[in-house]
């Protein structure tokens, strides 16, 4: 008689667990939007989540402890015009969150570490560059202040939001709407999913397309794809007879699939989360009411069913905690926030263990919130591996620090004149340059400053002087 050999894996006992009923944040009004992203964004610090508004787009920003029924008059972000479609927190400031919304724009927000009294209405940025709504955001996982946006009109924007520039834009690359993107971990390559079908790997400084893989799911709802730790790729889609199925693929083969697998007769696109750290990719249908989790190994047949969290109710979106937001001594390996229609719970996913010590093959070093290159560097072609960290002693989030955005005069980068000078010559000879256009400038302000408080000065007088005449004439 043969014994089934059951495959060894420390992640196999993985279980997921609904918080306690005072760890949920009551009485949002979650975005009734139809769109296919996960309306909840989660770091170490804050909670964002997209919330219905009347007259534009808006989303609340919580701070995480603060959890309990929402006061009904609780401040939102709200700058948009069109609901907000998508959010993403910067992994590198745990205070800056950029929103997408139907009004063609993209906007960073700086959100401050007290609770503020109004609504912030004024961003750090307006990024205007697509023509039609705006669905995709995803900030560069290494290099400071990159972000990339994709839109309706089939375009991808790569911005710098510490300039307020466009960096690049892929125009030709997609004949249909995008419906996901994905920066690889260096953030070198995007994999990206369209409406024709079409699973795309992308050099986005070359504006190359390096890959690329017809139909890898036959069905014509949309597809989901991220990158795994290996460099292959994780899909998810839909069959032929309108059957969900998930897909591990290697982009420099992608004539045949690694895995393919069929799962379940359902209308609702699977949002893959997935965790570089533990390899487990968790899969979450929009008006699903489970949470399905998957370990991708390198060794066949590559993708390991692990388990289901299953609750009642179905969930309208999903935020995903980073590693480094998660409780370390309770052997916590993932937390999703679950939005409802009129709340937000936490799932958390534990391994068992006996011990109370720190669990070094649970928790290797993972990426931290300091970039590994400023934007200039990476457009000129640089590459470098995320900064991580420990988290051996927890994580302590650094001070809140503000994004400055300075703009560029083009005025400052005009040709140089005469003959070639040493470079350390015409750099100080530029400074120079610089600092005098602006003193310049701050001198013409305050001129036409004066200029205008003293007309206002003269209006108001002449209003006394009026208001006087006619209160004379009454009496």
Known sequence: MSRRVVRQSKFRHVFGQAGK??????????????????????NPKFLAIIVEAGGGGAFMVLPLAK??????????????????????????????????????????????DYTPVRNITEPIVTLEGHSKRVGILSWHPTARNVLLSAGGDNVIIIWNVGTGEMLLS??????????????????????????????????????????????????????RAVFTRQGHIFTTGFTRMSQRELGLWDPNNFEEPMALQEMDTSNGV????????????????????????????????????????????????????????????????????????RKC?????????????????????TPGPEP?????????????????????????????????VTKRNILDVRPPTGPRRSQSASDASFSQQQQQQTLETLLEEIKSLRERVQAQEERITALENMLCEFVDGTD
Not at 101 to 107: C, F, G, I, L, W
Not at 377 to 394: H, K, T
Request: hydrophobic content about 35%.
């Open 345 to 365: 719970e936490p799932i958390i996913m534990t391994v068992p263990r006996k011990s109370d010590l720190f669990q070094d093959d649970l928790y290797p070093d």
């Open 170 to 223: 892929l125009d030709d690359t997609h004949p249909d709407v995008i419906h996901s993107v994905c920066w690889n971990t260096n953030g070198s390559l995007l994999c990206t999913t369209c409406k024709d079908k079409t699973l795309r790997v992308i050099d986005p400084r070359k504006g190359q397309v390096v890959a690329e893989r017809f139909a890898a799911h036959e069905g014509m709802r949309p597809m």
């Open 21 to 42: 009923a005072e760890q949920t944040y009551e009485d949002i009004r979650v975005s009734k939007v139809t769109w296919d992203s996960s309306f909840c964004a989660v």
């Open 270 to 341: 699977l949002l893959p989360f997935y965790d570089p750290d533990s390899g487990i990719v968790y899969l979450c249908g929009k008006g699903d009411s489970s949470i399905r989790y998957f370990e991708i190994t390198e060794e066949p047949p590559f993708v390991h069913y692990l388990n289901t969290f299953s609750s009642k109710e179905p969930q309208r979106g999903m935020g995903f905690m980073p590693k480094r937001g998660l409780d370390v001594s309770k052997c916590e390996i993932a937390r999703f926030y679950k939005l409802h229609e």
């Open 372 to 404: 590994a290159l400023e934007a200039d560097e990476w457009l000129s072609g640089q590459d470098a591996d995320p900064v991580l960290i420990s988290l051996r002693d927890g994580y302590v989030p650094p001070k809140s620090r503000e994004l400055r």
């Open 67 to 112: 959890t309990g029924r929402v006061d009904k008059n609780h401040p939102t972000v709200n700058g948009h015009t069109g609901p907000v479609l998508d959010i993403d927190w910067c992994p590198h400031n745990d205070s800056v969150i950029a929103s997408a919304s139907e009004d063609t724009t993209v906007m960073v927000w700086q959100i401050p």
